[in-house]
């Protein structure tokens, strides 16, 4: 059994900053990508940044040069580094890992909240 566990959701005011974290637990398993998506009411879920397990990493275009994603392969965990926030950033941040335990599956987290206050 694979969970991934968010933390560091919250409400910041517009240009602040927040710092998520997602750890991976469960059985024996190979985690390739890891990443975070999100997801406004009303709107569909989008790319927010991904990381590979060598290190290459891409971004949505809407958090370009704002945010960074970074992982520590020991620690089975991916961090989002969420800098000049903005109230579009407002949403669901999901936590995403590409998994290797009995075949490739994607695997999510259960969500954490992000609101920023204009």
């Known amino acids: 059994q694979v969970q991934l566990v968010e933390s560091g959701g919250g409400l910041v005011q517009a240009g602040g900053s927040l710092r998520l974290s997602c750890v991976v637990s469960g059985s024996p398993f190979t985690i390739n990508v890891m990443g975070w998506y999100r997801q406004a009411p009303g709107k569909q879920r989008e790319l927010v940044a991904t990381?590979?397990?060598?290190?290459?990493?891409n971004y949505g275009d809407s958090v370009k040069g704002r945010f960074t994603i970074s992982r520590d392969n020991a620690k089975d965990t991916v961090y989002l580094q969420m800098n000049s926030l903005k109230p579009e950033d407002t949403a669901v941040y999901y936590c995403y890992a590409n998994i290797e335990l009995i075949g490739l599956r994607d695997y999510w987290g259960q969500g954490t909240q992000v609101t920023v206050s204009s």
């Open positions: 990381v590979t397990t060598s290190g290459p990493t």
